[in-house]
């Protein structure tokens, strides 16, 4: 596979532009190539030029990678909690099988992270991760996924195909020359991440928007950034759109089959919709702050001197903690009478039922299904591994609905401030929320856009007001929002 090699220029930064050009002596005008003619040399030459070769290549391999895994996981997931629940003679799973599921998914993903390199990856409650993960960690980063997220963990999919993205991408340069050109790391490792996710968040825009507004770059730096993105994202649609046609395997993206009819949003949707998308963020932060303590409880907090616990403590306080997100799920059955894998994996699959019939759940069920899928997925942020913001999506969309007979207000109201509020809060990124929520929307997204976006603004202010309070009151620093891979 071919290699990005350095441009005309030798010391340029193909993923950053050219270098200034000092202007010859005696000449007047600015000292430095105006933007559009630096943007247009780099462009050309062989090094960038081979850039996008790169991605164009890493994103096949790197999306059927994602697609098996995404596939198996869907696949595994159908086992646990339909097939294996019916072969036993239940025509659901009982309200016990969270228990011995989660204890198991603990027992298994302990040896992964205490044993093999890249500890199965990031804790997610840090977010999405920081710099790409080396190709090294990426058989623990997927060991862990498809041992725990099938078994129930409430996590998502999106951390560890981003973690495997960026590590398999990585592959396409060799050791030697990613050390001689560290610049390459980050670009190759977000073109493996965006080819992907590039389907897994219902549209290959989101990824692309994602890493627009993560990367906080601007100008002529943010175009040569996203399209080694763009296009490892388009080649990886194009792979998993054809193999879930040609194999028939069900991917499980997020996306909403039915949504409720919606008019153009009146006066009461505002007023409501302000405080509803305010709840929302609270739970959202206040499950967030729940997983960084639960973090501290199982890995130990570097902020202290006191010495981390050593890794058997911290095995036995994961399993620990894989039953207690158990232990939330069955409270969900009991309390509601309803399938305990409503509050169990992703959300993903419940998203869609509760969007496409949001009558049949009573308000109590949603209100319970909020409470105890925030609990789990808190303590599952920070002792398991997995993706933060499917399982937040759920629960936004739940209270948006269980607020939605609220006078003035309306079921598609109610779901699209919950969907808006609750990405928002988790990933810091209101733009990327919009374009989210606006996709799974689908037709009606056009007349709910202005309380989409007025939704995502609070809930940007309000998680950061929350957060800011925590802080003084814990006397640390509010946690920065970490950046996609």
């Known amino acids: 596979m071919p290699e990005p090699s350095a441009g005309p220029s030798g010391g340029d930064d193909p993923t950053t532009g050219p270098a200034p050009r000092t202007a010859p002596?005696?000449?007047?005008?600015?000292?430095?190539?105006?933007?559009?003619?630096?943007?247009?040399?780099?462009?050309?030459?062989?090094?960038?030029?081979?850039?996008?070769?790169?991605?164009?290549?890493?994103?096949?391999?790197?999306?059927?990678?994602?697609?098996?895994?995404?596939?198996?996981e869907h696949q595994l997931q159908h086992w646990v909690w339909e097939s294996l629940p019916d072969a036993l003679g239940h025509d659901r799973a009982p309200w016990w099988w969270p228990l011995p599921a989660l204890l198991l998914a603990g027992l298994l993903i302990v040896p992964v992270i205490t044993r093999?390199?890249?500890?199965?990856?990031?804790?997610?409650?840090?977010?999405?991760?920081?710099?790409?993960?080396?190709?090294?960690?990426?058989?623990?980063?997927?060991?862990?996924?498809?041992?725990?997220?099938p078994l129930g963990v409430v996590l998502g999919p999106e951390a560890p195909l981003m973690a495997m993205g960026?590590?398999?991408?990585?592959?396409?340069?060799?050791p030697a020359r990613r050390t001689a050109r560290p610049q390459l790391v980050p670009v190759l490792g977000a073109a493996g991440s965006t080819a992907a996710i590039s389907t897994i968040f219902g549209s290959?825009?989101?990824?692309?928007?994602?890493?627009?507004?993560?990367?906080?770059?601007?100008?002529?730096?943010?175009?040569?950034?996203?399209?080694?993105?763009?296009?490892?994202?388009?080649?990886g649609a194009l792979v998993f759109t054809g193999f879930g046609h040609w194999t028939?395997?069900?991917?499980?993206?997020?996306?909403?089959?039915?949504?409720?009819?919606?008019?153009?949003?009146?006066?009461?949707?505002?007023?409501?919709?302000?405080?509803?998308?305010?709840?929302?963020?609270?739970?959202?932060?206040?499950?967030?702050?729940?997983?960084?303590?639960?973090?501290?409880?199982?890995?130990?907090?570097p902020e202290r001197a006191a010495a981390p616990p050593t890794a058997r403590r911290t095995g036995a306080r994961t399993v620990l903690c894989a039953v207690a997100v158990g232990a939330c799920i069955s409270a969900y059955a009991l309390l509601t009478g309803r399938s305990p894998q409503e509050a169990a994996l992703s959300g993903q699959a419940t998203l869609g039922t509760l969007a496409a019939d949001p009558a049949a759940w009573s308000v109590f069920a949603l209100l319970m299904l909020t409470l105890c899928k925030a609990a789990a997925w808190g303590v599952a942020l920070g002792s398991l591994r997995g993706g933060p913001i499917f399982p937040a999506v759920l629960i936004g969309a739940a209270l948006g609905l269980?607020?939605?007979?609220?006078?003035?207000?309306?079921?598609?109201?109610?779901?699209?401030?919950?969907?808006?509020?609750?990405?928002?809060?988790?990933?810091?990124?209101?733009?990327?929320?919009?374009?989210?929520?606006?996709?799974?929307?689908?037709?009606?997204?056009?007349n709910l856009l202005p309380l989409l976006l007025v939704t995502a603004v609070t809930a940007f202010v309000v998680g950061e007001l929350v957060r800011g309070l925590a802080a003084r009151r814990t006397g640390r620093a509010p946690a920065p929002a970490a950046p996609p891979r």
């Open 25 to 72: 002596a005696g000449a007047t005008g600015p000292a430095e190539v105006p933007a559009p003619a630096a943007l247009r040399e780099v462009l050309l030459t062989k090094g960038y030029l081979g850039l996008l070769l790169i991605s164009a290549l890493v994103g096949v391999p790197v999306s059927l990678a994602a697609f098996w895994f995404v596939g198996l």
């Open 116 to 149: 093999l390199p890249g500890r199965g990856g990031h804790v997610p409650v840090d977010g999405l991760g920081g710099p790409p993960a080396p190709p090294k960690a990426v058989p623990g980063v997927v060991l862990a996924a498809l041992v725990g997220l």
């Open 166 to 174: 960026g590590g398999l991408a990585l592959l396409a340069v060799r």
């Open 204 to 235: 290959p825009l989101v990824a692309a928007v994602m890493m627009i507004e993560a990367a906080g770059l601007g100008g002529p730096r943010l175009l040569l950034l996203i399209m080694p993105c763009l296009l490892a994202s388009g080649v």
């Open 248 to 301: 028939g395997l069900s991917i499980g993206a997020l996306s909403l089959p039915s949504v409720p009819h919606s008019g153009v949003p009146d006066p009461g949707d505002f007023l409501w919709g302000v405080p509803v998308a305010g709840a929302v963020t609270v739970v959202c932060v206040v499950a967030q702050t729940l997983g960084r303590r639960v973090k501290v409880f199982t890995i130990g907090d």
């Open 402 to 446: 269980a607020c939605a007979p609220l006078p003035g207000f309306g079921t598609a109201p109610g779901l699209a401030v919950g969907l808006a509020a609750a990405s928002t809060a988790v990933t810091r990124l209101p733009v990327t929320s919009t374009v989210l929520a606006t996709a799974l929307l689908g037709s009606q997204a056009s």
